[in-house]
């Protein structure tokens, strides 16, 4: 076995918020994807112990916000890192409201997304999401941030709930 | 809404593989992604209408292979816009056979995977399957194919029946 095989699946990375009433956060993922485009649907995999999971649950919906390559990293450890649940992730960070979602101005790109089926497996969610809105409007960056960018480029790491965590 | 949004997204380029029995054939996607770490799991959206589609339901299994950037393009388009019903599309490809599946030598890493769950959409299929084996031996490259310099170097196109179908 060689796990540079798992490595070389490309992704991208992304910030996923949901809303509960007045419960609101977000974490960054990189296992998101299209599955259908008619309707769009949206697949994302999102671990069980995140606060996330249990607010797009709970709201039915979320949103996902496009990092980019020259974004402030700095909110991917923002939004990686910490638990939204005993902290507001989104103090200091500007955000667009979309469909009652908050969504990154540091981003490429944005959609928002209704639940329309889940997956449960061992550790995550599968949630796909029929879409909403797709829109570049009001972002502030055009290129989009690769998982392998990074990791490769700007050093970063993948917290242990994340789908493609590889202990070394 | 602006496409630009959905074209944001990162992926990669991979040949989805499977066999029933004698019959055996693959397609080209994009819609691959890894679920969970422990264990570990990759989920494909395959669409309903492709041939691959009824091998891995009928054979329960399926490999990934993962394209290189060097690699030759005309295997994404055998791969990509034929179908594999009428025709043997492993014709002039180098494969190994890995857990009984054919895999591309013309690739920088592979999976195969074995069926635990499924989920259905409007047109496509989320088939999620438990890694048997990871590798990267015995292929002929190292730098993965992404989806987007597939489209805005090597000018690619995708088939109506990909997940990230567009039409402009």
């Known amino acids: 076995m060689d796990k540079n095989a ?12 949901a809303k509960d009433g007045e419960k ?23 671990n069980r112990e995140n606060y996330t999971n249990e607010l ?6 979320f949103a996902i916000s496009i990092l ?10 923002k939004f990686g890192f910490m638990s ?16 009652g979602l908050k969504v990154m101005k540091d981003s490429c790109g944005y959609l928002t997304c209704k639940v329309i089926d889940t997956m ?9 999401g029929e879409v909403m809105t797709y829109h570049t409007e009001g972002v502030l960056r055009e290129k989009p ?4 960018y990074y990791h490769e480029v700007l050093k970063g790491k993948s917290p242990k709930t994340a789908p493609t965590y590889l202990a070394d």
Do not use: W
């Open 120 to 128: 449960e497996t061992s550790t995550h969610t599968v949630f796909l």
């Open 145 to 148: 941030l690769t998982y392998a």
């Open 6 to 17: 798992l490595r070389r699946m490309s992704y991208g990375v992304y910030i996923v918020t």
């Open 68 to 77: 980019a390559e020259d974004g402030d990293p700095k909110q991917i450890g």
């Open 84 to 99: 939204g649940r005993n902290k507001d992730k989104f103090a200091g960070i500007e955000t667009l409201t979309v469909d």
């Open 24 to 46: 609101e956060s977000g974490c960054t993922a990189n296992a998101a994807m299209q599955i259908t485009s008619e309707p769009m649907t949206i697949a994302v995999s999102i």
């Open 56 to 61: 797009i649950r709970a709201g039915g919906q």
